[in-house]
C-alpha cells in the first residue's frame, strides 16, 4: 500500500523521540495560546474528523470515560470544513472545547501512542484510537455508566423541519436506514467486505411501511435506489438537495436504526438509540448497549460452509480487520446476510421494543466466552457477573435460529 503523507509524518517527524518532543512542545504553545492555562482540563486530538465514525465516536468516548472529572474536555482537530458532518461539528463545540488547526503535524499526534501526561494544568491523553476504544470497552465490561449525547430542541430542529416537507406523515414514528454499498470509496476496495446489497433490505422496509412505521434511508447519494414509492418511505440520500446535515438530528429522535458497521452506527451509538446492526463482524470497541441487537456477517469457505464466529475472530483478532485482501489470502469470501435475515431481525427488534423480551442467556454466554478468549478488554465485573451480566451485544436470537452452528 502506498505511503501516505501522514504516514510519512509518522515515520520522519513522530518516530524520533526528539522531534516528538518539539511538536508536542507546539502543541504546548497552541494550547496556551488559545486557552486560559489556570484551569484544568484534559486535552485529546482526534486526528480523523473526516471519518464520521472516528468524529462521533472519539469524543463520546471521551465524555463517557473522563466527563464526570473534568468540567472541560480540550479536542484538537482539524479545520471544521474537513468535518465529516458540519452539523455534529458544531454540536461538539457546545459539549467541549474544539481547538481547530490546519497544522498536519499536530494533528497526525492523534496516532502516536505517547500514553498520559500532565503540563501544567493541561491532563494530555496522546493516545491512538485503538487505545481509546479498548479503555472504553474495558470500563463498560466493568460497570462505568454510558454517558450519551443528549441534543436539545435546537440541534432536533433540522431533522423534524426535514420529516415535515418530505413525509406524509411526519409525526409517526421512523426508522433510519443506512446501508455501505459498494459505491461508497470504490478506491478503498480492500474495505468491500463492509459493503452489502441494499436490496438485501427492500422487505424489512415494506414491513416497516405496513407496521405503520416511517423509514428514512440516509447514506451516499450515488448507491442504487430501493425504488419504494410510498408517503411514509424517504430516500433522503437520493433528495437532490442532501448534505447530510440532518442526520444526527435524524439519529437522535428515530425508534431504531438499522445499519451497517460504517460511521452512522457511530450516531445512534452516541446517542444511545436502538439499533439493529446488521452484516456485522468482530470491531475494536463493544459499547455494551442494551438495546442493540446484532446478526452477523458470513464468511464462507470454497465449499460454501460457513465459519463459525471463534473461527471468524481467529482470523481478525491480531489485526482487529477483516478486508477483502485478508480473506482472499485464507481462500475465503463474504456472503451479506439474506433478505430473510434482515426481515426476520426487523420483526424481532419490533417484538423487542414492544415487549422488552429476554435475550437468549446461554447464547450470550458463548458470545462473551469466545470473545473473551481472544479479546480480554470485554472481560469485567459487569460483563462476568452471574445475573444479567451486561451484554456486549445482543445477538438475534432468529439469525441463530437461521445459523445454529455459529456459536460451536
Same mark, same amino acid.
Given at each position: 500500500?502506498?505511503?501516505?503523507?501522514?504516514?510519512?509524518?509518522?515515520?520522519?517527524?513522530?518516530?524520533?523521540?526528539?522531534?516528538?518532543?518539539?511538536?508536542?512542545?507546539?502543541?504546548?504553545?497552541?494550547?496556551?495560546?488559545?486557552?486560559?492555562?489556570?484551569?484544568?482540563?484534559?486535552?485529546?486530538?482526534?486526528?480523523?474528523?473526516?471519518?464520521?465514525?472516528?468524529?462521533?465516536?472519539?469524543?463520546?468516548?471521551?465524555?463517557?470515560?473522563?466527563?464526570?472529572?473534568?468540567?472541560?474536555?480540550?479536542?484538537?482537530?482539524?479545520?471544521?470544513?474537513?468535518?465529516?458532518?458540519?452539523?455534529?461539528?458544531?454540536?461538539?463545540?457546545?459539549?467541549?472545547?474544539?481547538?481547530?488547526?490546519?497544522?498536519?503535524?499536530?494533528?497526525?499526534?492523534?496516532?502516536?501512542?505517547?500514553?498520559?501526561?500532565?503540563?501544567?494544568?493541561?491532563?494530555?491523553?496522546?493516545?491512538?484510537?485503538?487505545?481509546?476504544?479498548?479503555?472504553?470497552?474495558?470500563?463498560?465490561?466493568?460497570?462505568?455508566?454510558?454517558?450519551?449525547?443528549?441534543?436539545?430542541?435546537?440541534?432536533?430542529?433540522?431533522?423534524?423541519?426535514?420529516?415535515?416537507?418530505?413525509?406524509?406523515?411526519?409525526?409517526?414514528?421512523?426508522?433510519?436506514?443506512?446501508?455501505?454499498?459498494?459505491?461508497?470509496?470504490?478506491?478503498?476496495?480492500?474495505?468491500?467486505?463492509?459493503?452489502?446489497?441494499?436490496?438485501?433490505?427492500?422487505?424489512?422496509?415494506?414491513?416497516?411501511?405496513?407496521?405503520?412505521?416511517?423509514?428514512?434511508?440516509?447514506?451516499?447519494?450515488?448507491?442504487?435506489?430501493?425504488?419504494?414509492?410510498?408517503?411514509?418511505?424517504?430516500?433522503?440520500?437520493?433528495?437532490?438537495?442532501? %448534505?447530510? +446535515? /440532518?442526520?444526527?438530528? =435524524?439519529? $437522535?429522535?428515530?425508534?431504531?436504526?438499522?445499519?451497517?458497521?460504517? !460511521?452512522?452506527? #457511530?450516531?445512534?451509538?452516541?446517542?444511545?438509540?436502538?439499533?439493529?446492526?446488521?452484516?456485522?463482524?468482530?470491531?475494536?470497541?463493544?459499547?455494551?448497549?442494551?438495546?442493540?441487537?446484532?446478526?452477523?456477517?458470513?464468511?464462507?469457505?470454497?465449499?460454501?460452509?460457513?465459519?463459525?464466529?471463534?473461527?471468524?475472530?481467529?482470523?481478525?483478532?491480531?489485526?482487529?480487520?477483516?478486508?477483502?485482501?485478508?480473506?482472499?489470502?485464507?481462500?475465503?469470501?463474504?456472503?451479506?446476510?439474506?433478505?430473510?435475515?434482515?426481515?426476520?431481525?426487523?420483526?424481532?427488534?419490533?417484538?423487542?421494543?414492544?415487549?422488552?423480551?429476554?435475550? %437468549?442467556? +446461554? /447464547?450470550?454466554?458463548? =458470545?462473551? $466466552?469466545?470473545?473473551?478468549?481472544?479479546?480480554?478488554?470485554?472481560? !469485567?465485573?459487569? #460483563?462476568?457477573?452471574?445475573?444479567?451480566?451486561?451484554?456486549?451485544?445482543?445477538?438475534?436470537?432468529?439469525?441463530?435460529?437461521?445459523?445454529?452452528?455459529?456459536?460451536?
Amino acid at each position: 500500500m502506498q505511503e501516505t503523507p501522514r504516514d510519512r509524518l509518522l515515520r520522519e517527524e513522530l518516530a524520533d523521540p526528539e522531534k516528538l518532543k518539539g511538536h508536542i512542545a507546539r502543541l504546548l504553545g497552541l494550547l496556551t495560546d488559545r486557552l486560559d492555562p489556570s484551569q484544568k482540563c484534559l486535552v485529546y486530538v482526534l486526528a480523523q474528523p473526516s471519518r464520521i465514525g472516528h468524529l462521533v465516536l472519539e469524543p463520546w468516548m471521551l465524555r463517557t470515560l473522563f466527563g464526570a472529572q473534568y468540567e472541560r474536555i480540550v479536542i484538537v482537530t482539524g479545520p471544521a470544513d474537513e468535518a465529516a458532518n458540519g452539523a455534529f461539528f458544531d454540536y461538539l463545540q457546545s459539549e467541549f472545547k474544539i481547538i481547530e488547526t490546519d497544522d498536519i503535524v499536530l494533528t497526525t499526534l492523534g496516532f502516536v501512542e505517547g500514553g498520559s501526561f500532565s503540563i501544567g494544568n493541561f491532563d494530555f491523553l496522546l493516545w491512538t484510537p485503538q487505545t481509546l476504544f479498548l479503555t472504553f470497552t474495558k470500563a463498560l465490561a466493568n460497570g462505568a455508566p454510558h454517558r450519551f449525547f443528549a441534543p436539545g430542541d435546537a440541534w432536533l430542529r433540522p431533522g423534524r423541519q426535514l420529516r415535515s416537507e418530505a413525509l406524509a406523515h411526519p409525526e409517526q414514528p421512523y426508522v433510519l436506514l443506512h446501508v455501505r454499498d459498494d459505491t461508497y470509496e470504490p478506491e478503498m476496495g480492500y474495505h468491500a467486505f463492509r459493503c452489502n446489497p441494499v436490496q438485501n433490505y427492500r422487505d424489512a422496509v415494506l414491513h416497516l411501511l405496513e407496521s405503520d412505521l416511517s423509514v428514512i434511508r440516509i447514506g451516499d447519494p450515488t448507491g442504487p435506489s430501493l425504488d419504494i414509492a410510498h408517503p411514509d418511505y424517504l430516500e433522503l440520500s437520493h433528495r437532490p438537495s442532501y %448534505d447530510r +446535515s /440532518a442526520d444526527f438530528a =435524524l439519529a $437522535a429522535e428515530a425508534r431504531f436504526g438499522i445499519v451497517t458497521q460504517s !460511521g452512522p452506527w #457511530a450516531f445512534l451509538q452516541a446517542l444511545g438509540r436502538p439499533i439493529l446492526l446488521t452484516n456485522g463482524y468482530p470491531e475494536p470497541y463493544w459499547a455494551f448497549e442494551e438495546r442493540e441487537i446484532g446478526l452477523f456477517k458470513h464468511v464462507l469457505k470454497a465449499d460454501g460452509t460457513a465459519l463459525t464466529y471463534r473461527e471468524i475472530c481467529a482470523l481478525e483478532f491480531g489485526t482487529r480487520a477483516l478486508t477483502n485482501n485478508r480473506l482472499a489470502e485464507h481462500g475465503l469470501t463474504a456472503e451479506s446476510n439474506s433478505g430473510a435475515e434482515v426481515l426476520g431481525a426487523v420483526r424481532e427488534m419490533l417484538e423487542f421494543l414492544a415487549t422488552d423480551v429476554e435475550p %437468549d442467556w +446461554s /447464547a450470550q454466554a458463548r =458470545l462473551h $466466552a469466545i470473545t473473551a478468549s481472544f479479546d480480554n478488554s470485554v472481560t !469485567g465485573a459487569a #460483563a462476568e457477573r452471574r445475573a444479567t451480566p451486561r451484554l456486549q451485544r445482543r445477538l438475534s436470537r432468529s439469525f441463530l435460529k437461521a445459523n445454529p452452528d455459529f456459536l460451536d
